[in-house]
Structure formats: C-alpha cells, structure tokens
C-alpha cells in the first residue's frame, strides 16, 4: 500500500501536478494492495532470497508456496491462516523489525482480502510480471473503430471504454506541430515550418511533419541527452572536491548523438557500449583504425561513473574503497539505465526485493573487473588511447622526434655563438666597476659556489644585475648576433611548421593486459574482508533458458577476456526480459510524461506495475522485431491518435481519471531545462547550431551563479553542448530541474518555485535574449500588428488569440507611456513584451 | 526553496507515509484536477509526535576541530607528549605518524555545570549551561568528503538528500517568500564538497539548500535590472498575469500552472523579503557587540550568526553557516591555527545561543555546533593533528537538549569514543526526534525501497533520549 501510493508520490515529484499516476484500476485491487502490503512491511525478512521461517511473501506465487511448504493462506479462512493468526496476535511483524506493528486498517486489509477468498493467490505468475518473456498480445478488437488510428489506439480504447471513457478528440494541427517539435527536437517550430506543415493538404500530412522532424540533426542533440542523463555522463570525474576534469568525454556525448541521429539500432548501440572494443578486436598498444575509432569511443560509456581515484591520497583502505567505487558506480549506472533493476543493496547482503543474491552482485562487479581491477588500476587521465595504426603512431612519434632534434639542433648553434659574446660582454661591464670591487667580484666568480664566502655571495647578488645577460642583452650589444638570432628565430619557426598535429585520443575501458586475477565476494560489502571467488555472470533470475550468461574461458595471448562481450550479448538478447521494456517504457515515458510503468528506474519487484502491460509487450516485441530502431518507435507512437489528442480537460476524465493515467487526453506539460534555455535562443534568434566538439566552458560568476558569458566562444550553442562538469551545472538548468549528475538519472523530477520566476524576470540570459527576440520582430515586421503576430508565432506556435492580442496592444500602451520620456521607448516597449512571451506559460508548456 | 506546491508535495507525502488507506482517499481527492481554486495548501508540519524544535541552525566547523585542545581535556596526553603512542591507530596519511602530542590549552570548569573547557573558548565556556557536550562522537570515514556526506546525509555516497533536505521536506515552511533551507555561504568560497552539503538528493530538487551570497545579490537573479522601473516591472507581472490566466482558463484545474501563476508573485515579494532580512542596520549596537561586529576578527562571522538568527525569527526552517575551505583542519600547526579560528568563530557561536535565548527564541531553535570528524591524540609531522573517525566532541543548544550537560567520554588519550558512544546517526535520529520526527518513519521511495536519513536498520540508529531534557 504504501509503496504503491509514494511511487506515486514519486511521479508526482517527476510531473509534478500534471502529473499521471499508476492509476486507480489496479492500485484499488485488493489483491494488488495486499501484496504492496507484504512488500513495504515483510519482505525485508521474507524475501525471495533465504527467507525467514522458509516463507517468501515476495509474490503470491512464493506465497503459495508456504512456510516450509506448509501452507500460511486458507482462503476464505483467515482465522485458520497461519499469516492472519501472527499478524493479529502482533508477533508479525515482529517488535524489532524497526518499523512499528501493523496499522489497523492494514491488518483488515490481510483479513478482507483472504476473508475474499485471496484472490491472486492460486492464479499468479510464478514469476514477476517484468523478469517474464516479452509476448506478443494480440491488439484488441474494438466494435467502434472510430478516430483510431494505429495499434496503439486499440490497447488504450479499450481499456478507457471499460472505464467509460474514450480518446479526446485530435488537437489542432498548430498545437500539433509544436507538441511534435519540441518533443522531438526540444526546439520550437519555425514559422516556416509552421506554414509548411497548414500548407500540407495531402492526408499524410501530419506523418510527413514528423518524419522532418525525426531526421532533423536537432532529434539527436534532445534524445541524445536523455541518454547521457542514464549514463552518467559528466565532464568531470567528480568524487572529491577537485572534480577535475575529463577531457576527452565530450567525444562520448557526439557518439551518442551521431548515433541516434543515424537511428542506429538501439540493441547494437548497448553492445558498442559495453564492449566495443572486443567488437572492434582491439589489442592493447595495438592499431586504433578510423573503423575502430567509433567502437572505442563508444565504451566510454562504463567510464561515466564518479572516478576519484586520480586524487586519492589517503591511505590503503581509503585507496581500495575508492577504486571499488568506480566499479560500484558502472554497475549501478548500466543495471539502472539498461535494465531498469536496482542491484546496489545486494552489495552488503542478498536483495530484500529482488531476486539477486549477494554472490550475484560480485559476479557482475566480475565482468568489469578485469577492465576495472584494483591491482591493476590505470587513473581516469591513464585510460586513453591515440587513433591510428601502429605504424602511423610510430611515424608519428619519429616525426615528432625529428623536428624537436632539428630544433634543439638551431637553439644549440645559437647558443654556441652567444656563450663567448656574453663572456666580452661580461667583462666590458665588469670594466666599469671600480678596481677594488673588480677584483673581490671576479675572485668571487671564480671560486665554486660551494666554497663561497657569504661576504662572496652577497657581493655576488649586489650585482645579480650586471651579471645576468640575457640573449637580448646581447643582440643589443653586438648587431651580427641580433641578425643571426633573427634567422633562427625563423627557421625554428619553419621547423614548428613541420610538426604534425598531436594525434587524436580517446577516453576508453578496456580490459588491462594478462591473466585476469580472480574476483571475490566480499563479506558485507566490505572490501578488506574478500571470501570465496566468484566467476562472472550475472542474475539466475533474469536467465531464462535461452540466454544464460556464459563465461568466456582465459585463453593466454587473449588481448580481452570478452567477459563484456558476452555481457553485452546477454543484455541485448530479445530474450532478456528487460532490455526492450525499459527502454520501449522511457521512450513512452518522455513522449507522454508518464511511463507505462510509472517508475521508468525501477521495474523490478519493488517498481510499480504496468497501467497497460499488454500494450507495453506489444511496442516491445515489435520494436524488437522490427530491428530495435528508435525512430520508427517514435513514428509509430507520434502517429497514434493517443499521442494526437487535445490536452484540454474534459469533465469526465477528471472525474473518473482525474491523473490521466488511462490516456483520455494528452496531458500538458513544462518544457524542460534544457528545452526552456534552447527555444529562448532559438526564438530570439541566435541558437548556434554548431553540433559536437569539445565543451564550451561555463564560468561561476564571483556571486555565485554559473553562466556562459555572452561574449563566449559558443555562448549560443545548445545545452547539451556545455560543459557539464558535476560541480557547476548552469545555473539557469540547475534552476529548471537539470539534473546533477551523481552517478546517473533515470527520471527527473520538476519543480515549481520563485527563484525560476526571478530568472525569466531577471537574469542577463532572460534580459538578453528579449532584447534580441525584440530586434528580431522590429527588423522583421513593420506594423505593430504584424509585430505582435510574429511574435506569438515564434514564442507559442500559433498567432495570439484575441484577447491575448488586446491584452497585448493594451500592454505596449502602458510601456509606451512609461517610456515617453527615454530616446529608445519603442525598443523598451517590445523587450519588455518579448521577456514576458518567453516568462508566460503559454511558452513553458506544451499543450 | 518553498511554495504552495511544495506543501501539495509535501502533503501528499505523508497522507501517503502516515494515514493507511485513508491516505488513498484524502491522495485522490487532493489529485483531483479540479481544484481549482489556487492551492492554499499551507499545511502545518506533518511531525509523528509533538516537537520540542521547529528550527535548526547548525553551525558548521568543516575540517574536523580538534577535539582534545577545545572540549575534551587529557592530561595522560601531557604525560606521554613527545612518546611513541602505545597500540595501533587509524592514520589518514600514514607515512607521517608522530609521537603523543599534548594540548598546550589549559582547561577549567565554565558555568554552574562546571563543564570543563578549554581557554581558548572563553565565549563558549560563557554558555557552558546552556548547552549539551557531546564528547563521544563516532562516524565512519576518515575522508573530508565522505565525512561530510555522513554527518550530512547519513552514508559517504554523493547523491543522498542532507539533513536540512529532509527536515524541510517533513516540515514544509511559514514563510513563502522565504527558502525554508537557507546556506549562509562564507564570502571567500565554498566549503569543501561544495554545494553537496546543501543537496536534496534524490528527493525534490525544491527541497534543497539555497545559498545567501554576501553582497548584494543575495540569491541568483534577485535584484531588479537597474533600467526596469517598479512600474515598469509592475506592468510587466500584470501582463504576464492575463497571458497566464488567458492559458489557464485553458486548463481550468491545473494546480500547478495555478501556481506558476503566483510564483512570479513571489518572487516580486522575495525581491523585498530577502533584502530586509539582510539588513541589519536595525539592530541595536548592544546585539551588534555582543556578536563581535566591532571587531575585525569577529565581524564577518558574527555577522552571519546574526543573520542565522534574523532568518529564524522570520521563519526559516533551517539555516547552515560554514566557513571557506576546510579551516579546522590542522594538519599543521594545530595550535595556531586553533587560537585563531577561535578567535574567530567562539564569541559569534555563543552569541548566536544568548541571543536566541534573550529573544525567546531558544526553546523552539536547535544550534548545533560541528565538524565532520576529530582529531589524532598524536602529532603529525612536527605540529599538526590528522583525521580521526573514532572520537570527535560537539555541541547542541536549545530545542529540547539538556542544558549544562556532558555526555559521553573518550579513552584516555581521547582517540575513541568509549562511553555512551553517539553515532552520526544517533545525532541524526535525536535531532529529527526534536523536530518531532520518528527517523524511521520519514521515508522517501528511492533504489527501489523506502529510503530514509538514518537507515536505521542497516545503522542501528536510535535517538539517544539522554541528550533530551
């Protein structure tokens, strides 16, 4: 009960109050809340692994099973069930279980459901709903057809007529444009676009729409960052304070977008990831081809997680820890992002929840181990390579080696001319001191500075000056050797040019060379206290017979162990259970708001249940089917009429389904961080479409804030272009929700408060971005009318309805009057119009 | 930072935690879209049992003060100065191990109580029965930042929800034109983990710390551009306002777009809010003093204990002073270092304690006054004092502690905790326990279970009662 209602609660702090919540149907089945019940409050000790008393409450089908086969439930019978009886006589839960006794209500919640005859119990899975084999439901055969549109449709008609309800009727094609735009894009419609788009009378109007949008490069820069928030991605390693610097991830970050922008199939995109370089066959010190480059780039992805271990200094302990973290860390990033399945509690102990046992833990830590291994640790900046064959790297080095020779070469020879001259040159200054002091300063000189007197040395610092002669010193005195360090001088130059560019790298993991060295379980998590070695593999509860995970046996000369390989292989097989559903669920997630499993982190036992599971196998099996590629996935629900509907509420659904989570309409929602800075430039004017590349630096101003400066290099570009070090995300995307990265984000929660409203009212992005959105519409347009159109057109999509219109020439009015007196009045009028379009909600939201 | 919507968070939070399967009534009908009066959800705290403490200011000393040369005397350190340390001890640099190093501090009994002190905190010894000692401190890590994530937010891991985080969370504010959570930032940068000790973790991003910068743009984007005129701006919100409700009328039940609607509000309101409470030129010359504010070794901090004081008494619910860098953290020169940061920090400290008791504000206010760890009872190098996880000594004032009252002893030496042993999480579970908070029941979903500040079943965390008058 509980848990069910805070994941809901948890959505809520996602959507904030738009927000869809696993909804009503099944949270309100009895049976679904007695098991929620078990879960929160008896699970901890009757857990699916080594349960106390033998009896595992976990699910209804372990529940079956009994306390040692002794049965706990008699249906209809609660004074005869074993569970009813310690529960009412408060031995269970027990006192220490820390958590206080079971409430009143709870307790008649047990009583109701196996007075009910425990329904759920004899018929359930044996297994939990998300760890089953992805099926293929058939759609659903509705008797009204009407205004449906694909498959989609079918499963979400169906299951709003059994709740008295239907699909809204489609939006207006200008909403519908700019839902699509930003959704797909994080950018606002042109009015060029927009234009396009009404022009279009062909009945596939709307489909062609959207396939402009999905091979726009701009698709990738927004979905691209909802994959680096899952993976972690930061351009620093984090952990301590000095959170330094990681240079090279940026080539990461343009992977990944090359990728989705190519629609890569998502299935060999996590293969890439996990093991690219066993794809590509990369052998340590070995050849980095153009071919190779990508594969390489891409295992950047294990390299995310928080890496302190370039500062450590404390001690052994310390130092052990520090590098386990890093581990910890990847793991938790790919088990989270890839298949939607806490494993961290596993770490210490067996999982309460879910099925993974302590060992099981270690056996994954093992097939990273040999790329991550205590006792051969490279730090962050060591885990690089150059691009280029062998060959290449060695010519390239010979290269470098020539030209620094040739150099040394001319400074040496002008060294050789200067050495006497600055001797003369010594002693014509030495000429001009008085006899007495000559000659103490030259005895001085000539002793070695170990015998000297201090009267010597401090005689020799008096005249540190006369002494020192520099080169221009000399160039000064004599003109041949000014004439002469002139000519080095250029042909050092000539030589520099001959230097080759310094090879490009790569920020890789790849397994260290050699033998690997057994992995350990460790006691309690305890990384001083190893017990037996474990081999790696991973969870018996995610294999089924199908796809179990076999260990690559050593092979000496091996330059990888292709432990990843096989990892890789295991994740991405059609019959992993999870693989497809997280991603299908997050896809869903970000179109609609809310998954169709509402913890988009967390679909193991602990998540909460699918609002449409047959409609969720149906997308993954066929996005499965159909080669695991993205875009046709978002063709496909983008198509939908349940994607098309209005957003406005009808009386109705709220009243029956007042969080939307049956789909009766498209639910509105904020624009998100990066969405919200983007479309500010993009409607002013300036975006910088400039794609990929290193990061453009932020700076933290001496209040505080973290800003681009205007004058910056790329201060325009797209956000997913700035640097992301942990430490200082941008202050105005820290401020909309952007996440900050600690070791990944799954979901991001959305936020409501004034220190936003100051922002859009007074930042210098805010400000800067009016004035130029206020010279856009005077340069663009001439009368006051057309002004305000382009206006509302560029910032909301659509031309200002009446009373938005009059309320807007009433508000240039007032301005004006209130500007009378300043020589650029009009100019104020329209930046203060402009600030207010890109501050009001009609902008903020998507409809 | 608070607002109306944070208290529907909030609220629904704990009708969800607290109240069964009422809870799923009372959720729905507050879920209902169609609500559609703006939210006046100003909820009072949702505390599990009546609270002593309804703010907190920690006070905090990052760097790990030493513990032996301010509140815990040890002759046997005298003794032994200058000999090998007998039996095994836990070092953070470990190649730079000294001999026993004795305080050059005198101690003497302060106060009624008779407390003893040390003579470099003779403002704290001025308070001395006022307040609770704690002298057996325990944490987990030896680390500055790992430390600082426990004494924080309970584990060594980045990523948890602080304290403040949590509190604000359970108690929501009175001020909403106020942040709950306040960070009075020291002006020569931030503390060490940076802004981690303020992070709300994996709870809402809302319910984290917002820093008052010195200078005079407190909080980001708070001053008005100099060009827009107050009527300029109040013509510009009145626009804003029709545009919005224009939209809204849209979506007639849409509580959250109802309270964007009157965050900009708010935030005209901040604009004038902030800087009131920032300006002290109010205060009598006898407050001014009394916190060291003549004084150039005492002004800035004394100053920002007074603004810790001024944000309390005006609502917030929880407010961290910290101080640049890791100061306290004397790796050399223990002593000199010692003298000065007392110099600096004790007579503000103490003055925060008679201030608020003065204004009858001390009852309802905890002042806790730490670091994240102790020091070594032997030297390092020639002067200094490494890291210690095993013993640490710190104080509490007001908000249900004991007055005049030491708990808990180290050994001999002062390297471990031995007596009545109090963990991070038992300070944590006895604080949330003042607020009238059960730390076990204050729960959040998170990896897939309910997770909490303490942990308790994993930490065994437990309020330690003894502290509580």
Redesign the interface.
């Known amino acids: 009960?509980?848990?069910l209602?805070?994941?809901?609660?948890?959505t809520?702090?996602c959507l904030?109050?738009?927000g869809t919540?696993s909804l009503?149907a099944s949270?309100?089945d009895p049976a679904h809340?007695v098991t929620d019940l078990f879960k929160?409050r008896c699970v901890?000790c009757h857990g699916p692994v080594e349960p106390k008393g033998e009896l595992d409450l976990s699910s209804f089908a372990a529940m079956a099973k009994g306390a040692a086969g002794e049965p706990v439930v008699v249906p209809e019978k609660a004074e005869e069930s074993t569970l009813w009886i310690r529960v009412q006589e408060g031995t269970m839960p027990p006192e220490d279980s820390?958590?206080?006794p079971l409430?009143d209500?709870?307790k008649q919640?047990i009583a109701d459901w196996i007075k009910a005859g425990a329904p759920g119990l004899t018929d359930s899975d044996a297994v939990h709903w998300a760890f089953q084999p992805v099926t293929s439901p058939a759609v659903p055969a509705l008797t009204d057809g009407a205004g449906l549109r694909n498959e989609i449709d079918h499963f979400i008609q169906q299951r709003l007529q059994a709740a008295d309800l239907s699909l809204s009727p489609e939006a207006d094609r200008v909403t519908l444009i700019r839902r699509v735009a930003l959704d797909v894009t994080g950018l606002p419609p042109t009015p060029k676009e927009i234009a396009t788009y009404l022009a279009d009378s062909s009945p596939d109007a709307y489909e062609r729409m959207v396939d402009r949008y999905l091979a726009s490069p701009r698709y990738g820069e927004r979905w691209g960052k909802y994959w680096l928030d899952a993976a972690g991605y930061a351009d620093s390693n984090?952990?301590?304070?000095a959170?330094s610097a990681r240079p090279l991830a940026y080539r990461y970050r343009d992977y990944v977008i090359r990728s989705l922008n190519a629609d890569k199939p998502i299935d060999q995109f996590v293969r890439e990831q996990l093991a690219g370089d066993e794809i590509a066959g990369y052998v340590p010190g070995g050849d980095v081809t153009p071919e190779m480059v990508e594969l390489l780039t891409a295992t950047h992805y294990l390299r995310n997680s928080?890496d302190g271990t370039g500062e450590s200094?404390?001690?052994?302990d310390?130092r052990l820890i520090d590098k386990m973290?890093v581990v910890e860390g990847a793991l938790q990033i790919t088990m989270t992002g890839l298949l939607g399945?806490?494993v961290?509690?596993a770490r210490?102990h067996s999982h309460?929840?879910?099925p993974i046992r302590h060992d099981e833990y270690y056996k994954l830590q093992a097939i990273l181990s040999p790329a991550y291994c205590p006792d051969r640790w490279s730090k962050p900046n060591e885990r690089r390579v150059q691009i280029g064959t062998r060959d290449e790297r060695a010519t390239h080095e010979h290269k470098v080696a020539q030209v620094n020779a040739q150099i040394t070469a001319l400074k040496n020879s002008l060294e050789a001319v200067a050495t006497p001259l600055r001797d003369q040159l010594r002693e014509e200054r030495l000429a001009k001191l008085d006899v007495p002091e000559r000659t103490r300063l030259q005895a001085a000189l000539a002793t070695a500075d170990k015998d000297r007197t201090e009267e010597q040395k401090t005689l020799i610092e008096k005249h540190k000056q006369l002494l020192e002669i520099s080169e221009d010193d000399i160039a000064e005195r004599f003109g041949d050797f000014a004439a002469l360090r002139t000519q080095i001088e250029s042909s050092i130059a000539e030589r520099e040019k001959e230097r080759p560019a310094p090879l490009e790298e790569i920020s890789v993991l790849v397994d260290m060379p050699g033998e690997p060295i057994p992995h350990h379980r460790f006691e309690r998590g305890n990384y001083k206290d190893p017990a037996e070695v474990v081999e790696p593999g991973v969870p018996a509860a995610l294999c089924p017979s199908s796809n179990e995970y076999v260990s690559p046996e050593w092979k000496v000369d091996q330059p990888s162990t292709g432990r990843r390989l096989e990892f890789a292989r295991w994740v991405t097989s059609p019959d992993n259970p999870l693989f497809g559903r997280v991603f299908v669920n997050r896809v869903w997630r970000d179109h609609f708001g809310t998954g169709i499993v509402a913890t988009t982190e967390?679909l193991?036992?602990?998540?909460a249940r699918p609002s449409h599971p047959e409609l969720l196998d149906y997308l993954v099996s066929t996005f499965i089917r159909e080669g695991y590629s993205a875009k046709a996935l978002h063709r496909w629900i983008l198509s939908s009429a349940t994607y098309r509907q209005r957003?406005?509420?009808e009386p109705a659904g709220?009243?029956k389904d007042?969080?939307n989570r049956l789909l009766w309409r498209f639910s509105?929602r904020?624009l998100d961080a990066e969405a919200i800075r983007d479309s500010m430039l993009a409607v002013s004017g300036v975006l910088d479409t400039t794609m990929f590349g290193p990061a453009v630096p932020v700076s933290r101003t001496?209040?505080?804030?973290v800003i681009v400066p205007e004058d910056a290099a790329g201060a325009h570009r797209r956000s997913i272009y700035l640097l992301q070090r942990r430490?200082e995300g941008l202050?105005m995307l820290?401020?909309f929700?952007a996440p900050?990265i600690?070791?990944n984000c799954t979901a991001r929660?959305s936020?409501?408060?004034?220190?936003?409203?100051?922002?859009l009212?007074?930042?210098e992005f805010a400000?800067d971005r009016a004035r130029e959105f206020s010279h856009r519409l005077r340069s663009e347009e001439d009368t006051t009318e057309s002004r305000v159109t382009l206006g509302f057109l560029l910032a909301v999509g659509r031309a200002p309805?009446p009373?938005?219109r009059h309320?807007?020439i009433e508000?240039l009015q007032?301005?004006r009057k209130?500007?009378a007196e300043k020589s650029n009045a009009e100019e104020l009028c329209w930046n203060?119009?402009c600030?207010?379009?890109m501050?009001?909600?009609?902008f903020?939201?998507v409809? | 930072m608070t607002r109306q919507l944070d208290f529907a968070l909030n609220r629904r939070a704990f009708l969800a935690h607290y109240a069964g399967s009422l809870g799923g009534l009372a959720l729905a009908s507050l879920m209902q879209d169609n609500a559609s009066a703006a939210p006046t959800l100003n909820i009072p705290s949702g505390t599990h049992f009546t609270p002593k403490a309804k703010s907190v200011i920690c006070l905090f000393q990052h760097g790990g003060p030493s513990q032996m040369d301010l509140f815990d005397p040890k002759p046997m350190l005298t003794k032994h100065q200058g000999k090998p340390y007998e039996g095994e001890l836990e070092t953070h640099f470990h190649t730079q191990k000294g001999n026993v190093l004795a305080s050059p501090f005198k101690f003497s009994p302060a106060g009624a109580c008779g407390m003893e002190l040390s003579e470099i905190l003779p403002h704290t010894a001025g308070i001395a029965d006022e307040i609770t000692l704690v002298r057996s401190m325990k944490t987990d890590s030896v680390d500055h930042e790992a430390a600082l994530r426990l004494i924080h937010t309970g584990k060594i891991f980045a990523g948890r929800p602080v304290l403040g985080s949590w509190v604000v969370y359970a108690l929501g504010t009175e001020r909403q034109d106020l942040p709950a959570y306040v960070v009075l930032g020291d002006p020569g940068g931030l503390p060490v983990d940076g802004t981690k000790n303020w992070s709300s973790g994996f709870l809402p991003a809302a319910y984290q710390g917002t820093v008052f910068r010195s200078g005079d743009n407190p909080v980001a984007n708070l001053r008005q551009p100099a060009d827009i005129s107050a009527t300029a701006r109040t013509s510009q919100l009145d626009f804003l306002q029709k545009l919005n409700t224009i939209h809204q009328a849209r979506y007639p039940s849409n509580t959250e777009l109802a309270a964007r609607l009157s965050q900009y509000e708010l935030a005209a309101q901040m604009q004038t809010s902030v800087p009131d409470i920032l300006d002290i030129s109010g205060e009598s010359a006898e407050t001014r003093a009394l916190y060291g504010l003549d004084s150039p070794k005492t002004e800035e901090y004394g100053r920002r204990c007074l603004l810790a004081r001024r944000l309390v008494e005006n609502g917030v619910r929880f407010v961290q002073v910290f101080l640049s860098g890791q100061p306290w953290d004397t790796h050399s020169n223990n002593a000199g270092n010692l003298r000065d940061l007392c110099a600096r920090a004790d007579q503000p400290s103490a003055a925060l304690v008679t201030d608020l008791k003065h204004r009858g504000l001390l009852d309802s206010t905890i002042v806790l006054w730490t670091g994240e760890f102790g020091r070594l009872p032997i030297s390092q190098q020639a002067d200094g004092r490494d890291h210690n996880r095993h013993a640490f000594s710190l104080w509490l004032a007001g908000g249900g502690f004991k007055r005049g009252y030491v708990h808990g002893a180290t050994d001999d030496f002062g390297y471990a905790s031995i007596e009545n042993i109090v963990t991070i999480h038992d300070l944590q579970a006895t604080l949330l326990h003042s607020l009238g908070l059960d730390h076990r029941r204050l729960t959040f979903p998170n990896d897939g279970r309910q997770d909490s500040l303490t942990d308790a079943e994993v930490t065994r965390a437990r309020v330690i009662h003894d502290l509580l008058a």
């Open positions: 009960m509980r848990d209602m805070l994941s809901r609660f948890r809520l702090g904030a109050l738009i919540f009503a949270a309100d809340r929160t901890k820390g958590d206080g409430a209500d709870e919640l984090g952990y301590f304070n959170d928080q200094d404390g001690n052994p310390e973290t399945i806490t961290q509690c210490c309460k929840f879910e967390n193991g036992v602990s998540g957003s406005t509420p709220l009243e007042p969080e509105p904020r001496g209040e505080g804030s430490t202050t820290e401020l929700d900050v600690v070791t929660t936020s409501t408060v004034p220190l936003q409203s100051l922002a009212l007074n930042s400000l309805f009373a938005e309320a807007t508000f007032t301005q209130l500007y203060d119009l600030q207010m379009l501050a009001s909600n009609a903020l939201y409809e």
